[in-house]
Nanobody
């Protein structure tokens, strides 16, 4: 079973930036879709961004143009660069690894992102 460890969360002011990282204990290359999801208090977990092994990406409408997902297969890592952060981006952010584009597989423990002045 792969372990995913997220890092990089924290408190940031509106308009600021954060870069989340996710390190996997096993391979993420060749066949795995990597994704970032988030869950705000009282809300369902939602997809933020995902990336195929070949680097094709998909974003939620709410983050399109502000967030960028990337991966480094050699380092078994995936990243989420978040710019122009808004209070509504406040949530716990989770990394996932899956063989299915539409169904997340393994989950990390999450990292808290708080956007507040």
């Amino acid at each position: 079973q792969v372990q995913l460890v997220e890092s990089g969360g924290g408190l940031v002011q509106p308009g600021g930036s954060l870069r989340l990282s996710c390190a996997a204990s096993g391979s993420i290359g060749s066949i795995y879709v990597m994704g970032w999801y988030r869950q705000a208090p009282g809300k369902q977990r939602e997809l933020v961004a995902r990336i195929t092994p070949g680097g094709s990406t998909d974003y939620a409408d709410s983050v399109e143009g502000r967030f960028t997902i990337s991966r480094d297969n050699a380092k078994n890592s995936v990243y989420l660069q978040m710019n122009s952060l808004k209070p509504e981006d406040t949530a716990v952010y989770y990394c996932t690894r899956s063989t299915n584009w539409n169904i997340p597989g393994s989950w990390g423990q999450g990292t808290q992102v708080t956007v507040s002045s």
